[in-house]
């Protein structure tokens, strides 16, 4: 079945360690994106892909950097420069970037902090 | 403040009542999205819409945009325990340069049989 894959499940990092969430995608889609999902609030857009070897600061990239190497993947890695890395981490993709593209999503990320 | 506000907050019902969840912007509403998520997962797609008075069904829930596209309601029928979960409107936002996704907080919904 097609699908995107995120592992962990739940994560742990320790002061001054960077972390990489890893996100699988093999519906053929062009555009990626990477969101944090704290509690009581939206989902906040960090960083997006529209095409592999290409991506773009959200609204909350500082403190964590990506790469797009080949399409199926987008990892995420949180750098020690995050100070408030706790939170939910939700992969998506969307056949292209755009306007009405429907983002279909991964089962998420739990990171916390020792 | 969300730029997407939506109500309530949360929402605790008795089986096999209806509901209501509402999303409201300041701004007009281009593409607008509902999605489902329940607890600790990702986000599971609904429906989408994009004309003024638009509205659509999928079983028993029914989403509609208002005329003015600034307000979207999400009505759930003879709510079952598989309605829990959390609800989330999206909109699409041209801002900083570039398109994005924006969400709302979430609605949390609880279903008693």
């Known amino acids: 079945d097609g699908g995107i894959t995120q592992s962990p499940k739940y994560l742990f990092r320790k002061e001054g360690q960077n972390v990489t969430l890893s996100c699988e995608q093999n519906l053929n889609h062009d555009a990626m994106y990477w969101y944090r999902q704290d509690p009581g609030q939206g989902l906040r857009l960090i960083y997006y892909s529209q095409i592999v070897n290409d991506f773009q600061k959200g609204d909350i990239a500082e403190g964590y950097s990506v790469s797009r190497e080949k399409k199926e993947s987008f990892p995420l890695t949180v750098t020690s420069a995050q100070k408030n890395p706790t939170a939910f981490y939700l992969c998506?993709?969307?056949?292209?970037?755009?306007?009405?593209?429907?983002?279909?999503f991964g089962s998420g990320t739990q990171l916390s902090v020792l | 403040s969300q730029e997407l506000e939506q109500s309530p907050q949360s929402l605790i019902v008795q089986e096999g009542k209806n509901l209501t969840i509402n999303c409201t912007s300041s701004?007009?509403?281009?593409?607008l999205y509902w999605y489902k998520q329940k607890y600790g997962e990702g986000l599971i797609f609904l429906m989408m819409l994009q004309k003024g008075g638009e509205e659509k069904s999928h079983e028993k829930i029914t989403a509609k945009l208002d005329e003015k596209k600034q307000q979207s309601s999400l009505h759930i029928t003879a709510s079952q325990p598989s309605h829990a979960g959390i609800y989330l409107c999206?909109?699409?936002?041209?801002?900083?340069?570039?398109?994005?996704?924006?969400f709302g907080a979430g609605t949390r919904l609880a279903v008693h049989p």
């Open positions: 999206g909109a699409d936002r041209f801002s900083g340069g570039y398109n994005k996704l924006i």
């Open positions: 998506a993709s969307s056949i292209k970037w755009g306007v009405d593209e429907k983002l279909f």
């Open positions: 701004k007009t509403l281009y593409g």
